[in-house]
């Protein structure tokens, strides 16, 4: 059975950080590239960040740029997201998600994590 | 950058069919995908490049792309249909997943 497993989300101050993990199983998660997307209380999805199978190519969406970083270990079928200098607008259920071989569609997601940035 | 745009609302009658459709400029030539979401539980892919159906998706799911405009079809719609549903692309210049603003589907 794959299971996509978020933790680290919480509440936080404005301009502190946050380390996001998704532990994967179920399937092979080295040879898949992995991404990160957000949904704000009432609002659409919004992809936030990606990460290639062997992490050689990695973006970001403009708004997160130079305050998240993401990063994985194949060896522990792991992904994870650091956001630093967060902000009241990055409050948000965070879902990691693989993306399918060969496509851009995002076709296993995890169950997701609130982080709320408030003081 | 690349933007998608959906209607905010469909509605459809008990066993009709809606569609739900995704303008992009010349989305046509971008491939396209499809996710339900239901409230309080993550996406599922519903539809992927186009017109292709994950196994476990019902063949009630069926997707068009052309032009500016992207299409997903329900047929026969039935109450557990009514969600929420989003396309995306992939933007090839900037490398970025793009996903439309999303739309509920109403069953009446």
């Known amino acids: 059975e794959v299971q996509l497993v978020e933790s680290g989300g919480g509440l936080v101050k404005p301009g502190g950080s946050l380390r996001l993990s998704c532990a994967v199983s179920?399937?092979?998660?080295?040879?898949?590239?992995m991404n990160w997307v957000r949904q704000a209380p009432g609002k659409g999805l919004k992809w936030v960040s990606s990460i290639s199978s062997s992490s050689s190519d990695i973006y970001y969406a403009d708004s997160v740029k130079g305050r998240f970083t993401i990063s994985r270990d194949n060896a522990k079928n792991s992904l994870y997201l650091q956001m630093d200098s967060l902000r009241a607008e990055d409050t948000a259920v965070y879902y990691c998600?693989?993306?399918?071989?060969?496509?851009?569609?995002?076709?296993?997601w995890g169950q997701g994590t609130l982080v709320t940035v408030s003081s | 950058s690349y933007e998608l745009t959906q209607p905010l609302s469909v509605s459809v009658a008990l066993g009709q069919t809606a569609r739900i459709t995704c303008g992009g400029n010349?989305?046509?030539?971008?491939?396209v995908h499809w996710y339900q979401q239901k409230p309080g539980q993550a996406p599922v892919l519903v539809i992927y490049s186009d017109t292709n159906r994950p196994s476990g998706i019902p063949e009630r799911f069926s997707a068009s792309n052309s032009g500016n405009t992207a299409t997903l079809t329900v047929s026969r719609a039935q109450v557990g249909d009514e969600a929420d549903y989003y396309c995306q692309v992939w933007d090839s210049t900037t490398a970025w997943r793009v996903f439309g603003g999303g739309t509920k589907l109403t069953v009446l």
């Open positions: 179920g399937f092979t998660f080295r040879r898949y590239s």
């Open positions: 998600a693989a993306q399918m071989p060969d496509t851009s569609s995002l076709n296993y």
């Open positions: 010349k989305i046509g030539s971008k491939s």
